[in-house]
């Protein structure tokens, strides 16, 4: 089906694109290096009209990418005027690219409630980025419940491609502080191919109503074992759930979404594993 994917040029969104082209998705890109921008309404509209889907991508994908104010209006205007394009084309689904700086526990922010980090976590963020990230998921959940259109919010960890396996090795050898200077982020990455393949995923997955499902490796980027790393660098995070056994999987984002094919999909930042975990 004719597929509108808003941020195409992008270093996920090339590759989310392929993936659908691929599967033989006639995909409907909309890209500011194009020259559409999300906060023209009518542009929007019109790159919408005849899609059965929108994946939007589109945003300013960190608060070094512009003031707050710019920030809030693409981010959440833009995310808005997509989802008014979904329901005025007939969309039957909504996939909104959010992050896992929505909860602010990443760069520094603060260090989680609990580990293991799931899907219910709370909501702390409050930097520009990760707050608009929050807003749009919010305007995605009354959007659903307006128009029963289904939405996914998915929100990625650090994303990599292949080359980036490298360069961290590389950096770590040179200097292994690296690792969690200038701050920890927990070794949660996902593989920008998983990405694509969640994408492919939510958009077939039955469901309905809205969701929200964080995405990462099973894996952990790490030189030791998560129970070391959080013992050492976050001794005073508690940890509990099921999930917190040494070696249990994290099963929520599968059960919704499948598993991935270069490393499954998780729905909780997996920093409980037992034994040493290195770099894939």
Known sequence: MPILVTGHRGSAGVPVAGHLERLGHEVIGFDRADGPDLLDLAAVRRAAAGCGAIVHLGALAHDTAGSPEQIMAVNVLGTWHVLLAAEAAGATRVIHFSSAQALGIAEGERLPDYFPVDDAHPRRAMRA???????????????????????????????????????????????????????????????????????????????????????????????????????????????????????????????????????????????????QIRLR
């Open 129 to 275: 980025y990760g707050l608009s990230k929050c807003l749009a998921e919010d305007l995605c959940a009354g959007f659903t419940a307006r128009t029963g259109i289904a939405s996914v919010s998915l929100r990625p960890v650090a994303v990599w491609d292949p080359g980036r396996y490298q360069r961290i090795e590389e950096q770590r050898r040179a200097e292994p502080r690296s690792e969690w200077e200038p701050f920890w982020e927990y070794g949660a990455f996902v593989d920008v191919r998983d990405v694509a393949a969640g994408v492919q995923l939510a958009l077939t997955v039955p469901l309905a109503g809205q969701h929200r499902a964080l995405l990462c490796a099973a894996d952990i980027s790490a030189t030791a074992s998560s129970l070391d790393l959080v013992a050492r660098l976050a001794p005073g995070v508690p940890r509990r759930g099921p999930g917190a056994l040494p070696g249990r999987p994290l099963e929520r984002a599968g059960r919704l979404l499948g598993r991935g094919h270069h490393a499954r999909l998780a729905s909780a930042l997996l920093l409980v594993r037992a034994g």
